[in-house]
């Protein structure tokens, strides 16, 4: 096939000779120029940060520079295993992360389930938009929107609980109540959105199946388990597996816009500590070695997730 | 319930069973609670001051003034941190696509060699990077630190836009369309801006919207990168340091005694940021859904 058509676009070529790279440089030279442009740009902005991970292995010092710096193996490793930080934003990474998986992964399946179910397109189609509304909103003003609702002094909730006889309480403001807080506004963010996946997946059922299941005698719900669920199975199954690997991650914008002095428990997570150490106290090495840390756990994860996905006869993702 | 349904020939539109009436309000409980925080947002944005602090505005704006919108406009370091996020928007987005299109449409040819090495150096950026602080010390040798070039260059190759578009060209684009204009003697280039653009207007104005929602949202790599310009920071950075850092008055503040309950204008810097996102997202839902499709397509 490709020296069909060399021959066709050239035909000067010899179809006897295996072409060399020349060739292919002269004919398609083109497409070489055009891709070059976007491959300097992966190099200079994505491989080249990539040779600064060595410094996770040196010991880095401003004046000695880059190369200059001495090695030091993995005694920053060791050194960051044992800091009680480290700890304790591994605890909260993991802790709110799958606290997340268990809400905000879950509330898209179900809203989207429900969305199924109703036959009135125009009732469909002004929930989403409103729905859908939450995710295009960046988290500096979902903070802030959280801020002037939810705060403890004049949050507009907490005046309604005072209107109603109750008492006031520290939503933003205390470590629990921040936990669950930072988790509600993390599904109401998310919650519309996810739907579009499993709702695409759900538009290609065929709707006999359905008709037959009725005929058969099948309720709604007996319809919902054995029809629309299955349909989207295998959806979820690679969302999750990609919701997995990100299980050391977490979004480092979400908690910067939501925290506050008051709540320091949960709010020191892996990114937030990289962050810390790295740009807040120049201690490059060891910010380094974290973030290292956190990219090969969620690697790990990610594999380890496909892996046991495809045992279960799913068709995982890598 | 079941016999009436059980009729495939029977349209099921109209019937309202209990159920359908349950599903019904829980999803519009659900959007409500999507929409209410904004109404009550905006109610306090142009609430005169007593209300407020006697926290008694709801979802309907009390004393109705817009004062705190003039402050909002009088203010320069508010105005000109808009600009920046304009400005850094616009040239991300021009950056961006042209980067996706150079990129997608060679690796859609099937003649291109070494398509799958390039497709590999590409995406494998999708599953690992550098992390925050190599990324930092790149952008600091490229002498990028304090300058709007920080916000514009190094998230403005998106592989997962790539292979949204890459996925679309393959698919979207005739083979023998192609074929015949290079019969006709047409060059790649000519292909590529003559055919293949025009045809992709559609997903091109997706990933556009891709990028300029992303650009216009994010603020860590702003607040990592836009130290010690403080002129320099786009208009979510200076929300953060506004709201809730807290850290920062209001320009007007320091002039004049400010009689303004900071809630109100909080709420209203808050409405002023949305607006532009709330402006364009009626006409701009319908291709980011179709963009989460298409992306969903590689799984």
Same mark, same amino acid.
């Given at each position: 096939?490709?020296?069909?058509?060399?021959?066709?676009?050239?035909?000067?070529?010899?179809?006897?000779?295996?072409?060399?790279?020349?060739?292919?440089?002269?004919?398609?030279?083109?497409?070489?120029?055009?891709?070059?442009?976007?491959?300097?740009?992966?190099?200079?902005?994505?491989?080249?940060?990539?040779?600064?991970?060595?410094?996770?292995?040196?010991?880095?010092?401003?004046?000695?520079?880059?190369?200059?710096?001495?090695?030091?193996?993995?005694?920053?490793?060791?050194?960051?295993?044992?800091?009680?930080?480290?700890?304790?934003?591994?605890?909260?990474?993991?802790?709110?992360?799958?606290?997340?998986?268990?809400?905000?992964?879950?509330?898209?399946?179900?809203?989207?389930?429900?969305?199924?179910?109703?036959?009135?397109?125009?009732?469909?189609?002004?929930?989403?938009?409103?729905?859908?509304?939450?995710?295009?909103?960046?988290?500096?003003?979902?903070?802030?929107?959280?801020?002037?609702?939810?705060?403890?002094?004049?949050?507009?909730?907490?005046?309604?609980?005072?209107?109603?006889?109750?008492?006031?309480?520290?939503?933003?403001?205390?470590?629990?109540?921040?936990?669950?807080?930072?988790?509600?506004?993390?599904?109401?963010?998310?919650?519309?959105?996810?739907?579009?996946?499993?709702?695409?997946?759900?538009?290609?059922?065929?709707?006999?199946?359905?008709?037959?299941?009725?005929?058969?005698?099948?309720?709604?719900?007996?319809?919902?388990?054995?029809?629309?669920?299955?349909?989207?199975?295998?959806?979820?199954?690679?969302?999750?597996?990609?919701?997995?690997?990100?299980?050391?991650?977490?979004?480092?914008?979400?908690?910067?816009?939501?925290?506050?002095?008051?709540?320091?428990?949960?709010?020191?997570?892996?990114?937030?500590?990289?962050?810390?150490?790295?740009?807040?106290?120049?201690?490059?090495?060891?910010?380094?070695?974290?973030?290292?840390?956190?990219?090969?756990?969620?690697?790990?994860?990610?594999?380890?997730?496909?892996?046991?996905?495809?045992?279960?006869?799913?068709?995982?993702?890598? | 319930?079941?016999?009436?349904?059980?009729?495939?020939?029977?349209?099921?539109?109209?019937?309202?069973?209990?159920?359908?009436?349950?599903?019904?309000?829980?999803?519009?409980?659900?959007?409500?609670?999507?929409?209410?925080?904004?109404?009550?947002?905006?109610?306090?944005?142009?609430?005169?001051?007593?209300?407020?602090?006697?926290?008694?505005?709801?979802?309907?704006?009390?004393?109705?003034?817009?004062?705190?919108?003039?402050?909002?406009?009088?203010?320069?370091?508010?105005?000109?941190?808009?600009?920046?996020?304009?400005?850094?928007?616009?040239?991300?987005?021009?950056?961006?696509?042209?980067?996706?299109?150079?990129?997608?449409?060679?690796?859609?040819?099937?003649?291109?060699?070494?398509?799958?090495?390039?497709?590999?150096?590409?995406?494998?950026?999708?599953?690992?990077?550098?992390?925050?602080?190599?990324?930092?010390?790149?952008?600091? /040798? !490229?002498?990028? +630190?304090? $300058?709007?070039?920080?916000?514009?260059? #190094?998230? *403005?190759?998106?592989?997962? /836009? !790539?292979?949204? +578009?890459? $996925?679309?060209?393959?698919?979207?684009? #005739?083979? *023998?369309?192609?074929?015949?204009?290079?019969?006709?003697?047409?060059?790649?280039?000519?292909?590529?801006?003559?055919?293949?653009?025009?045809?992709?207007?559609?997903?091109?104005?997706?990933?556009?919207?891709?990028?300029?929602?992303?650009?216009?949202?994010?603020?860590?790599?702003?607040?990592?990168?836009?130290?010690?310009?403080?002129?320099?920071?786009?208009?979510?950075?200076?929300?953060?340091?506004?709201?809730?850092?807290?850290?920062?008055?209001?320009?007007?503040?320091?002039?004049?005694?400010?009689?303004?309950?900071?809630?109100?204008?909080?709420?209203?810097?808050?409405?002023?940021?949305?607006?532009?996102?709330?402006?364009?997202?009626?006409?701009?839902?319908?291709?980011?859904?179709?963009?989460?499709?298409?992306?969903?397509?590689?799984?």
């Amino acid at each position: 096939m490709k020296v069909a058509s060399a021959s066709k676009t050239n035909h000067t070529a010899l179809l006897s000779k295996k072409q060399g790279i020349g060739y292919y440089l002269q004919r398609d030279w083109q497409l070489y120029l055009l891709v070059l442009f976007p491959l300097a740009f992966v190099i200079v902005f994505k491989y080249l940060p990539m040779t600064g991970l060595v410094i996770a292995f040196k010991d880095y010092k401003i004046a000695r520079g880059f190369w200059g710096s001495e090695w030091v193996g993995f005694q920053i490793f060791q050194e960051i295993f044992s800091k009680p930080d480290f700890a304790r934003a591994v605890r909260n990474t993991l802790l709110l992360n799958i606290l997340d998986l268990c809400f905000s992964f879950t509330m898209p399946i179900v809203l989207a389930i429900l969305l199924n179910e109703v036959k009135s397109v125009r009732f469909k189609r002004v929930n989403q938009t409103l729905l859908y509304l939450p995710h295009f909103l960046s988290w500096v003003i979902i903070g802030a929107i959280g801020y002037q609702l939810l705060s403890e002094g004049s949050g507009v909730v907490n005046n309604l609980i005072e209107l109603m006889g109750g008492n006031r309480i520290p939503f933003l403001q205390e470590d629990t109540h921040w936990l669950i807080s930072y988790l509600a506004i993390g599904v109401w963010q998310s919650m519309g959105w996810g739907t579009i996946i499993y709702l695409a997946a759900m538009s290609g059922i065929n709707p006999e199946m359905y008709e037959a299941a009725t005929v058969d005698g099948a309720g709604r719900w007996r319809k919902v388990w054995n029809i629309t669920v299955p349909s989207i199975r295998a959806t979820i199954v690679t969302l999750l597996i990609m919701n997995l690997g990100k299980v050391m991650e977490g979004s480092f914008e979400r908690i910067f816009a939501l925290q506050n002095k008051a709540t320091t428990e949960f709010t020191t997570t892996i990114p937030v500590l990289v962050y810390r150490w790295g740009i807040e106290s120049g201690n490059f090495s060891r910010a380094t070695a974290l973030g290292l840390f956190q990219s090969v756990i969620g690697i790990i994860l990610v594999i380890t997730a496909d892996r046991v996905a495809k045992k279960l006869g799913e068709d995982g993702i890598l | 319930m079941r016999a009436s349904t059980g009729n495939p020939a029977a349209p099921r539109k109209g019937r309202l069973d209990i159920w359908e009436l349950l599903i019904r309000l829980v999803l519009i409980i659900a959007s409500l609670a999507c929409l209410l925080p904004f109404l009550h947002v905006v109610s306090k944005s142009l609430s005169s001051d007593s209300f407020v602090i006697a926290n008694k505005v709801f979802l309907w704006p009390e004393g109705i003034t817009i004062e705190a919108y003039k402050k909002i406009f009088a203010d320069a370091s508010i105005l000109r941190s808009l600009y920046i996020s304009v400005i850094v928007t616009v040239l991300f987005t021009i950056l961006g696509m042209v980067l996706t299109i150079c990129a997608a449409y060679p690796l859609s040819r099937t003649q291109f060699k070494g398509r799958r090495v390039i497709t590999f150096i590409f995406l494998f950026t999708m599953y690992f990077s550098g992390g925050i602080i190599p990324d930092y010390m790149n952008i600091n /040798n !490229l002498g990028l +630190m304090d $300058t709007i070039w920080s916000l514009v260059l #190094p998230l *403005s190759f998106s592989a997962f /836009n !790539l292979l949204i +578009m890459k $996925t679309s060209l393959t698919s979207s684009i #005739p083979v *023998s369309l192609e074929e015949s204009a290079r019969i006709d003697g047409a060059g790649h280039f000519r292909i590529l801006i003559s055919i293949v653009l025009p045809l992709s207007k559609p997903i091109m104005a997706t990933l556009a919207l891709f990028y300029a929602v992303g650009r216009w949202n994010a603020y860590q790599d702003a607040l990592f990168y836009i130290k010690h310009e403080t002129d320099l920071r786009p208009l979510q950075l200076k929300l953060y340091y506004l709201v809730i850092q807290a850290s920062e008055s209001f320009q007007l503040e320091a002039t004049q005694v400010s009689l303004s309950n900071p809630e109100v204008l909080k709420a209203s810097v808050v409405v002023f940021a949305t607006l532009p996102i709330l402006c364009v997202y009626p006409f701009v839902q319908k291709y980011f859904v179709q963009g989460v499709m298409l992306g969903a397509v590689k799984e």
